[in-house]
């Protein structure tokens, strides 16, 4: 594991296990208040299947200009979608500073994580393929739930607009391989907006190579069980 700086961004790099190299990149986006250094465990098992792993400092973490306290809940409300959307907005300088190719990119993201990972393959139409843990591909729908548990006024117009333009409901989305995994009694996201995510892909874009999993009685949490998931659907697609 290597702490590295490009340009703006910093990273944790984890090397290829050279018995089993696929020669593929996985990004991997971690949760609100969490870290990069925090998935180190993960991103050592999934280098043993032969990836090489890249775990970014997201905005607003880490070193990148941290909040003092990410679970106060008006940092919540200012900065949740503003991280989303800068992340989003940065992953082609991040690819061009890094010298990867798309089409060799999988993007996994937990949580807010997978938010930004959805969000990114909505708009890149070359990427090797997404999983999305615990996040949500509905960003206006997740965003109104929000309000609606926290018993807040409706989305305003000006955010819906910006939301509208970076939801993956909203636009033609990659075309490759979808994971889904969620906990059904997740009671910080809520399931609701991987569900409809999940029936705009199939019934809208007419999809057959995406794969929802669900695992009941669970909260939010990334579990033992989700991760098996997560490397078998990856060992799958790459071969």
């Keep these: 594991m290597q702490r590295k700086i490009i340009d703006k961004f910093r990273y944790y790099s984890f090397e290829i296990n050279k018995v089993n190299e696929c020669e593929k990149v996985i990004i991997i986006y971690h949760g609100w208040g969490g870290t990069a250094e925090g998935y180190k465990e993960l991103a050592e098992e999934l280098s043993k299947e032969g990836f090489r792993i890249i775990v970014p400092e997201i905005i607003f973490h880490d070193t990148r200009q941290p909040l003092e306290n990410h679970f106060d809940q008006k940092a919540m409300r200012d900065y949740f979608w503003d991280t989303i959307i800068k992340s989003i907005d940065e992953f ?122 669900v695992h009941k009685y669970v909260n939010h949490q990334f579990t033992s069980e989700m991760i098996i998931d997560l490397i078998t659907w990856l060992n799958k697609i790459s071969n």
């Design 92 to 213: 082609n300088d991040f690819i061009s500073a890094l010298e990867i190719n798309k089409e060799d990119v999988f993007l996994i993201g937990s949580s807010m994580g997978g938010f930004i990972a959805n969000g990114i393959f909505a708009r890149e139409p070359k990427l090797g393929g997404l999983a999305n843990i615990n996040g949500s591909g509905s960003f206006i729908l997740s965003e109104q739930i929000f309000r609606d548990r926290d018993n807040r006024e409706d989305i305003s117009v000006e955010l819906k607009k910006t939301l509208m333009e970076y939801d993956p409901k909203e636009r033609v989305n990659c075309g490759s391989p979808v994971l889904l995994i969620h906990g059904e009694s997740d009671e910080i996201i809520p399931i609701e907006g991987q569900k409809v995510y999940y029936r705009y892909l199939k019934e809208v874009e007419k999809r057959r190579n995406v794969d929802f999993n």
